[in-house]
């Protein structure tokens, strides 16, 4: 049985960066979809992005596009979640979860991923 690990994350000042990885193990999560959900204090969880691993197509929800930015190493089986410019509102924790690649709805379709990883607290202080 795949297990999603995830790490990083920590505090980071406003306007700085910070990297989360998500890494397979016991299986592969490269070829698949990965998407990323950040659950902030006092809200619902929400799907930031995802990527497609197998043509590293991605796609991010406004408030974090052209600051959040992924990458994969695939000899690490390891997708990476890149974090710029932090803002107070990216607080939250960040969960990454797996899911085949013909995924329609990786945003929204939480119940078609997988293997989920146990999230990563990030905190941006105001």
């Known amino acids: 049985e795949m297990q999603v690990v995830q790490s990083g994350g920590g505090s980071v000042q406003a306007g700085g960066s910070m990297r989360v990885s998500c890494r397979g193990s016991?299986?592969?999560?490269?070829?698949?979809?990965v998407g990323w959900f950040r659950q902030s204090p006092g809200k619902e969880r929400e799907g930031i992005g995802f990527?497609?691993?197998?043509?590293?197509?991605?796609y991010f929800i406004d408030s974090v596009k052209g600051r959040f930015s992924f990458s994969q190493d695939n000899k690490q089986n390891t997708v990476f979640l890149r974090m710029d410019n932090v803002k107070p509102e990216d607080t939250g924790m960040y969960y990454c979860?797996?899911?085949?690649?013909?995924?329609?709805?990786?945003?929204?379709?939480?119940?078609?991923?997988?293997?989920w990883g146990k999230g990563t607290l990030v905190t941006v202080p105001s």
């Open positions: 016991g299986g592969a999560i490269i070829t698949n979809c």
């Open positions: 979860a797996v899911g085949p690649e013909t995924m329609r709805n990786p945003l929204t379709s939480e119940s078609d991923y997988t293997h």
């Open positions: 990527i497609y691993t197998g043509d590293g197509a991605t």
